[in-house]
């Protein structure tokens, strides 16, 4: 009822007394305005006092320096009251997208209610924006727990004139042993390299955020000169089988045969050099391009682990592991088929499957 009454009558401010709640909640207050562009304060219910509720739409100054929302936006918010989520407000910062003396929440988090009934400490806060326009969302309750940092090659550490070296020495200090489990090893003298080396690298960054987040937090409160813009950019997997046009048909015995051969030396560098450097790494933490800039000292044992496999048909399980990512093709994702899937996988699971995909082509 007080939903439909705000919606009829397109309110921005909405006041209940009588509300008979010793607390009112965000959830509640979800409930009852539709949807979670919104602030509140109330006064318990207590004794013969029986409570009062003041709800308003946060949305009339989520923009700063454009004018009136535009009508897409409207049609946005009574979709997002159509489909019944809350869209949550932050809990750091006003506005989440700057240009110059411009600002405004364009970035949302928005969840069902049946989400807030399982998550009850869900809050939402801009993470640094570093030189986008945008800052990332970031979405965080009680019940989620920190693990231990992943292990990720950076490509920043081939800046370093001694790296190249250190890696030579580690590599060769490993000894023989299986390609994938010397990678495995190898991160562990990366790690400490790292901390010893570029530890000061990490603490530039959060200087250099809390830095734009000054200037951001003054652009939210009215406050901006020429100069600001200028500030903010200086911080700144049967081989019978083949996949033609979609629709799947026979290759013949000659085509199977090329696909088994054994690849050269060259080829499988090929393969290595057709794979785009600095894409997301699979669960071994190595990007290509760690690949590529090291292959004077790793390339012959990689090469041997490629070829290994069309030797023998196996993989080591460590090299079959993928990460898989469900990323949802539009807004309002729902099932399965709504989601795109993206496969993270080892380097030399990436080289093989491009070796077998350059000769299919």
Not at 72 to 91: C, G, H, N, R, Y
Not at 147 to 173: A, C, N, Q, Y
Not at 224 to 233: H, I, L, P, S, V
Not at 277 to 306: H, Q
Request: glycine content about 8%; charged content about 30%.
């Amino acid at each position: 009822m007080v939903k439909n009454l705000k919606n009829k009558h397109r309110l921005n401010l909405l006041g209940l007394i009588e509300t008979k709640r010793g607390i009112v909640t965000r959830y509640d207050v979800a409930r009852l305005w539709g949807e979670d562009g919104a602030g509140w304060e109330y006064v318990g219910s207590e004794g013969a006092s029986v409570g009062l509720l003041l709800i308003w739409d946060e949305s009339v100054e989520e923009r700063q320096g454009d004018g009136a929302l535009p009508r897409s936006a409207e049609d946005f918010k009574a979709w997002i009251q159509d489909m019944e989520l809350v869209d949550f407000p932050l809990t750091d910062r006003m506005f989440t997208w700057f240009r110059g003396r411009s600002c405004s929440r364009i970035d949302r988090a928005m969840f069902s209610l049946e989400w807030l009934e399982e998550f009850l400490e869900t809050r939402v806060r801009g993470g640094p924006r570093g030189l986008s326009d945008h800052c990332p969302i970031i979405v965080e309750d009680n019940k989620m727990r920190g693990g231990p940092r992943p292990f990720r090659s950076l490509d920043s550490w081939f800046t370093h004139e001694g790296f190249i070296r250190m890696v030579k020495e580690e590599w060769r200090g490993l000894g023989e042993i299986q390609f994938t489990d010397k990678l495995k090893a190898l991160s562990i003298p990366l790690r400490r390299w790292h901390k010893a080396n570029f530890s000061d690298m990490d603490k530039k960054i959060t200087t250099f955020e809390e830095e734009i987040k000054k200037i951001d937090d003054l652009v939210s409160n009215g406050v901006y000169d020429g100069t600001m813009e200028a500030r903010r950019k200086a911080l700144k997997h049967s081989p019978m089988v083949g996949f033609r046009d979609g629709l799947v048909g026979r290759i013949c015995q000659d085509e199977a045969v090329k696909l088994e051969m054994l690849p050269s030396a060259e080829e499988i560098r090929e393969a290595v050099w057709d794979c785009e450097s600095s894409k997301a790494p699979g669960c071994d933490g190595y990007n290509m391009n760690f690949i590529k800039r090291c292959w004077e000292e790793i390339g012959l044992e990689f090469t041997t682990a490629v070829i290994g496999f069309f030797q023998t048909s196996r993989l080591p399980a460590e090299s079959n592991i993928s990460w898989v990512a469900l990323a949802p093709k539009f807004v309002g994702a729902r099932e399965i088929k709504d989601l795109r899937p993206i496969s993270m996988v080892r380097c030399v699971y990436k080289v093989i499957s491009k070796v077998l995909v350059r000769r299919m082509r």
